[in-house]
C-alpha cells in the first residue's frame, strides 16, 4: 500500500464505531455515546475535512519571510493533532495565543481544543501590560506567541518565568534547522501519539465529554473598564459556527468556499469562522496584516469568494487606489459597528455584497443578520441600502432578539412597541449566548439580568420584527431634550463626496446641556475645513437642524480598535483638548 493511501486509510479508521460500545453510569459519558445524540463541539470539524477531502487546500499564506505556503487539509489535520497530543503531554489547561492572523494559530484553534484545553487569545495591539493582566487573569500554563511580538511578554515573563513561550517564526519549515519552537512542539506531540499507541484523533476530544464546558476565553476590549474573559463553550461555539454557515452562506458559491483573513482570529474566536469555514471544507487564505493592495490582489487573482471585515476596513478598501468592480459577487459579512447605507451602495457597486451582521463577544460574534428581502430590490437605491442597514433579526441557530424597555427596574423585561420609533436594549437569549464571565460572577449576573443577555445597544423594533441601532446608550447625545444618535449624524456626515469617515461624542454646551462635535477624515487627494462641512451640513444636507454640529474637527485618522470600531472615549478625550501626537490603532 503507497505511503498516501495507508495515511488516508489510517485517518478513515478514526471515524470507524469502536468494536465495543462504551457503557458507563456518568450521565455526561452516555450522553456523549447515546446512539441518537453526541456532544457537539467544532473542533470536530477539521478531522471530519480531512477524512472527505485530505488533499483540499486548507491554508494560503504568505509567511512572515515573504513565501506562498499551501496545506492541504490532512498536513493541517496531522499538525493541529500533533499540537493537541503535545498539550496533552504536557498537561497543560489553557493555552494563551499571541499570534497575527497564521496557519500556526489556526492550528492551535483546534489542536488545543483536541487536547481538552482552553485556548485564549488576545489582541496584540494591546498595551504590554493589558497583555499581561489577561494572560495572568486567565491562569495560562503556555502562550503560543508569534516571533513578532514576543517582546509585548517582558512583563509577563518577569511575573512568570516558569511559564513556556512556544514562539512561532511562520515560515514555510514545519522542520529542521529553520523550524521554530511551534514546530519542534507539532512534531513532538506526534511522536507522542505514536509512543502512547498511535490513537490518532480518537485519542483527543473531538466530541468532548461535556459540550457545556470552557474551550476559549474570549477577552472583551477592556476600553473603559479591566478587559473580562468571556467563556465560550463547546456547543456554543457548534451552534454559532453552524448559524454563520447558513447566514454567511459559506456555501453558496461555485467551487470552493475561498475565505479571506482580514477580521482577526483573536476577536471573538475570528466570529468562529475558524471552525465554519473548515466545516465547509474552504481555504482559509490567512493574512499576517491588512494590506489593501495585497488584499485587491487577492480578490483578483485568488478569487475570493467570502471575506468578514468592520464597516471602516470596506470604507477604505473601497477607496484603496486598486479598487474596482470584480467579475464574480464576494460576500462580505459586515459587522463590528453599525454601517452606513452609503458605505452599502459603494460596496455593491464594487461587486462586494454585504451580510450585515450584528453581535457581542458575548454572543460569539453575530448572531442577527439583515435578511435581503425581494420587495426592496424594487425601492429606491437610497431607501433599499437604508434598510439593508438596519441588524434585522436573530440567526438561525439562536431564539428572536428583543428590544426592551430601559425605564423599569433592573431584571424586568418588557418589550417596546414595533412601530420603529420607541427606544429600547436589544437582548438576546439562545443558543449562542456565553456561558458568563470568567471569575466574575457579578458581572455575569448583571449580564443576564431577567434571564436575557444585555447589549447595552440602544435601538428600535420595526414593525416587521427587524432591529436597528441608534446607539450604545453612552453614546446618545441629548442636546436640549433632543435626543440625538451619534451614529445616525455620522452616518449623514460620510454622505459629503470628500469626507472618508467621521466620529461624533458629546461635549458640554452651556445652553443646551450637550452637542454633537464631529472628527473627520478626508477622501485622499480633497481639501475641507472643519467650518466647510459645518456650512454643507447646515445648508446642503439631510441633517436636521438640531443635529448639525457647531464645530467639526478634520484630523489624518481615527482612533479605532483591532475591529475597526472608532474609539470614542478616545474621541472624548480629544474634543476636552487631549488629542495625542500619535494614534495607536488597538
Not at 454640529?549 to 472608532?566: A, F, N, Q, R
Request: aromatic share 10%; hydrophobic share 40%.
Amino acid at each position: 500500500m503507497s505511503a498516501a493511501k495507508s495515511r488516508l486509510a489510517k485517518l478513515a479508521s478514526h471515524f470507524l464505531p469502536a468494536s465495543s460500545p462504551q457503557v458507563a453510569d456518568a450521565p455526561d459519558v452516555e450522553f456523549r455515546h447515546c446512539h441518537h445524540i453526541h456532544t457537539l463541539s467544532p473542533t470536530f470539524f477539521l478531522p471530519r475535512a480531512a477524512q472527505i477531502e485530505p488533499e483540499a487546500i486548507a491554508i494560503y499564506h504568505r509567511t512572515a519571510n515573504n513565501q506562498i505556503l499551501r496545506r492541504t487539509y490532512l498536513q493541517a489535520a496531522d499538525r493541529a493533532r500533533g499540537f493537541a497530543y503535545f498539550v496533552k503531554k504536557r498537561e497543560y489547561n489553557k493555552v494563551g495565543i499571541l499570534c497575527p492572523n497564521t496557519p500556526a494559530f489556526l492550528e492551535a484553534i483546534f489542536g488545543i481544543g483536541a487536547a481538552g484545553a482552553v485556548n485564549v487569545a488576545v489582541n496584540y495591539r494591546l498595551k504590554s501590560e493589558d497583555i499581561t493582566y489577561i494572560f495572568d487573569h486567565a491562569d495560562v500554563d503556555a502562550i503560543l506567541v508569534d516571533v513578532e511580538f514576543q517582546q509585548l511578554l517582558d512583563g509577563f515573563r518577569k511575573d512568570h518565568p516558569n511559564i513556556p513561550f512556544l514562539i512561532d517564526t511562520d515560515t514555510e519549515f514545519s522542520h529542521g534547522p529553520f523550524a521554530g519552537p511551534y514546530d519542534e512542539a507539532v512534531l513532538e506531540g506526534l511522536e507522542y501519539d505514536k509512543e502512547t499507541g498511535s490513537k490518532g484523533w480518537d485519542g483527543l476530544e473531538t466530541l468532548p465529554p461535556d459540550e457545556n464546558a470552557v474551550m476559549a476565553l474570549a477577552y472583551t476590549s477592556g476600553t473603559t473598564a479591566r478587559p473580562k474573559g468571556v467563556e465560550y463553550t463547546h456547543r456554543g461555539a457548534y451552534m454559532a459556527t453552524m448559524g454563520n454557515v447558513i447566514e454567511s452562506g459559506l456555501n453558496y458559491h461555485k467551487g470552493r468556499c475561498r475565505y479571506l483573513w482580514t477580521l482577526p482570529m483573536f476577536h471573538a474566536m475570528g466570529w468562529t469562522f475558524p471552525w465554519a469555514v473548515t466545516a465547509v471544507r474552504g481555504t482559509h487564505y490567512c493574512l499576517r496584516k491588512i494590506d489593501y493592495p495585497e488584499i485587491w490582489r487577492l480578490l483578483k487573482e485568488e478569487h475570493i469568494t467570502h471575506f468578514n471585515a468592520a464597516p471602516t476596513v470596506n470604507t477604505l478598501l473601497c477607496n484603496d487606489n486598486n479598487a474596482e468592480r470584480l467579475p464574480d459577487p464576494v460576500r462580505v459579512t459586515v459587522a463590528a459597528s453599525p454601517p452606513t447605507a452609503h458605505l452599502f451602495e459603494q460596496m455593491t457597486g464594487l461587486n462586494l455584497h454585504p451580510v450585515h451582521v450584528y453581535g457581542l463577544t458575548e454572543t460569539y460574534g453575530p448572531i442577527t443578520k439583515s435578511y435581503h428581502m425581494p420587495g426592496w430590490d424594487d425601492l429606491p437605491d437610497k431607501e433599499r441600502y437604508q434598510k439593508m442597514a438596519r441588524q434585522g433579526h436573530g440567526f438561525v441557530s439562536s431564539l428572536p432578539i428583543r428590544v426592551i424597555k430601559t425605564d423599569v427596574p433592573e431584571g424586568n423585561i418588557v418589550d417596546v412597541e414595533r412601530n420603529g420609533e420607541e427606544i429600547g436594549e436589544i437582548v438576546f437569549a439562545g443558543n449562542i449566548c456565553v456561558k458568563g464571565y470568567y471569575k466574575d460572577p457579578e458581572a455575569t449576573r448583571k449580564l443576564f439580568a431577567g434571564g436575557v443577555l444585555h447589549s447595552g445597544d440602544l435601538a428600535v423594533m420595526h414593525p416587521d420584527g427587524a432591529a436597528q441601532i441608534l446607539d450604545r446608550a453612552k453614546d446618545i447625545i441629548i442636546s436640549g431634550g433632543e435626543n440625538i444618535s451619534s451614529l445616525a449624524l455620522e452616518s449623514m456626515l460620510v454622505t459629503h463626496p470628500d469626507i472618508l469617515e467621521a466620529g461624533v461624542v458629546a461635549v458640554k454646551d452651556e445652553q443646551w446641556g450637550e452637542r454633537p462635535k464631529a472628527f473627520v477624515t478626508i477622501q485622499a487627494g480633497k481639501k475641507m475645513k472643519g467650518e466647510d462641512v459645518v456650512h454643507w451640513a447646515k445648508n446642503n444636507s439631510s441633517i436636521s437642524r438640531f443635529m448639525v454640529p457647531k464645530e467639526v474637527e478634520v484630523v489624518e485618522e481615527l482612533p479605532k480598535t483591532s475591529t475597526g470600531k472608532i474609539k470614542k472615549n478616545v474621541l472624548r478625550e480629544w474634543a476636552r483638548g487631549g488629542k495625542p501626537e500619535r494614534i495607536t490603532n488597538a
